[in-house]
């Protein structure tokens, strides 16, 4: 039998006019995780406050900053609220969502440099247009120094060979780790956010799990450029989304400390 695969909407899909529309009619919030990003989060926040989508509420937050993100995002229109917890995208995701009540949640990276005022409502159309539809990953080409492809380094070297190889379907979403990621709120009551860099892989994982990989969609938001981290930097990231897509396989794995984990 041939495995489901997820719903995938081209840049000709979308009618900016009837999304539009049906967001009016649905509660919708933003979250952006944010740690150093005083350079890019006003650009960001600038293109999704615009005032053609009908948002609900903007939610920044800041894991702890040491530079001026949080008064960047409060100036540029966002509701700011702070990580008291450790630092990590999972975690600061979660405290995100529990800071709005709106059903349906669009999160997004806060150092992406070309962020475009239609990223909402792509993000949003599947779940507002199919009732079977419960998470949206945005898809994209990733430049890399200068060059219109290359980017996205730990995706294609580590998350889509590993989904591929121990999960029928999910190798069919490109962007497995894109920030950029729309979810019915009921999601988060089923299937919990990793606390670090992982969250991405085990969120739609998990997701495929317990909805089946047909309720997953992705969307073509077309050219990404943000900041490209170094290999060094890389290696880390890298790490984190290979255990979490290995334990939810069923593979005993050492412990963060080295110690065997369960």
Do not use: C, W
């Amino acid at each position: 039998m041939t495995p489901a695969t997820p719903r995938t909407l081209g840049r000709d899909d979308f009618d900016p006019i009837r999304i539009r529309a049906r967001m009016r009619a649905a509660s919708t919030a933003v979250v952006i995780p944010a740690r150093d990003e005083a350079s890019t989060i006003g650009a960001v926040l600038d293109a999704i406050l615009g005032p053609g989508d009908p948002l609900d509420e903007v939610v920044v937050v800041d894991d702890h900053s040491s530079d001026d993100t949080a008064t960047i995002a409060a100036r540029h229109g966002a509701r700011v609220v702070t990580n008291e917890g450790p630092s990590g995208k999972g975690t600061a995701m979660r405290v995100g969502a529990l800071a709005t009540t709106a059903d349906v949640l669009v999160f997004l990276d806060a150092d992406v440099r070309n962020t475009a005022e239609d990223y909402v409502p792509r993000l949003v159309q599947p779940l507002l247009e199919h009732d079977g539809t419960v998470l949206v990953k945005g898809y994209y080409e990733r430049p890399l120094h200068g060059m219109p492809t290359g980017g996205g380094r730990v995706t294609e070297l580590a998350a889509r060979p590993i989904l591929s190889l121990l999960f029928p379907g999910l190798g069919e979403i490109r962007q497995p780790l894109a920030g950029e990621t729309a979810l019915r709120r009921e999601v988060l009551r089923r299937v919990d956010l990793e606390a670090d860099y992982g969250v991405e892989i085990a969120l739609l994982i998990d997701v495929a799990r317990v909805y089946g990989v047909a309720a997953l969609a992705q969307v073509d938001l077309g050219v990404r450029r943000h900041r490209n981290r170094p290999l060094e930097e890389l290696n880390p990231m890298a790490v984190e989304v290979l255990r979490s897509a290995l334990a939810r396989y069923g593979l005993p794995l050492p412990g963060r400390d080295g110690t065997r984990g369960d």
